[in-house]
């Protein structure tokens, strides 16, 4: 099946600080890419859908000068939350679709971000 | 805008025994795709089982089968012969394909509980 890796696991960082969230799928070409965070026990929210080569796609809401997003290539997208506040500690999730099935999504193990 | 309902926020089953997750969605499309996602303690995301709109059958995969009522725009999951390692969070989700802009609206999720 489709794997889809997401890196760090998990992140503890300093206010202010920026952190690099990396999405990759492993063994299929993702056309687009998506990101998510999920607050507890609630469900998906949809903060944003990027496409290889083109700028991403933010739902309202989310501040895109905030939350960074890059689709460099068609394994790989990075979410870069700048200048992190407590408020931003959260549990973020990517997920990915392409090749044969390109209406199903196949999700990251998810990244939880902590900011003190 | 399309709506994605379960109201059901927890359900509990025995070991062995059948449960039914119910989902109804609001769409005016004809074509599309339905989804039950599973999110364990872990929270990782994992695709149960997905029904194409234009499909009679419903779709099954081992213990896993769906109710899919398209003129009722119900969707729901029958899991038979439960284990414990069932229990999770299930999310419906519903996508119509639009392109690149196509995305995935998901439910407010049901927590199923297996007991011994």
């Known amino acids: 099946g489709a794997v889809v890796s997401q890196h760090p696991s998990r992140v503890i960082c300093k206010s202010g600080t920026s952190v690099k969230i990396e999405c990759r799928s492993l063994?299929?070409?993702?056309?687009?890419m998506f990101w998510y965070r999920q607050f507890p026990k609630q469900s998906l929210m949809l903060m944003a859908t990027?496409?290889?080569?083109?700028?991403?796609?933010?739902e309202q809401g989310v501040e895109k000068d905030k939350f960074l997003i890059n689709h460099a290539s068609l394994t790989l997208s990075t979410l870069t939350v700048t200048s992190a506040h407590p408020e931003d500690s959260s549990f973020y999730i990517c997920s990915a679709r392409g090749g044969r099935t390109q209406e199903t999504q196949y999700f990251g193990p998810g990244t939880r971000l902590l900011v003190l | 805008a399309q709506t994605v309902t379960q109201s059901q926020p927890e359900m509990s089953v025995q070991e062995a025994e059948t449960v039914t997750l119910s989902c109804t969605y609001d769409t005016s499309e004809s074509d599309y795709y339905l989804f039950w996602y599973k999110q364990p303690p872990s929270r990782q995301m994992i695709l149960v089982i997905r029904q194409e709109a234009y499909k009679q059958q419903n779709a099954t995969e081992n213990r896993f089968s769906v109710n899919f009522q398209k003129a009722a725009k119900s969707f729901s999951l029958k899991i038979s012969d439960s284990q414990l390692g069932d229990a999770a969070m299930y999310f419906c989700a519903y996508h119509h394909n639009t392109g690149t802009a196509s995305k995935l609206t998901f439910g407010t999720g049901t927590r199923l509980q297996v007991t011994l």
């Open positions: 990027s496409n290889e080569g083109s700028k991403a796609t933010y």
């Open positions: 063994d299929f070409q993702a056309t687009t």
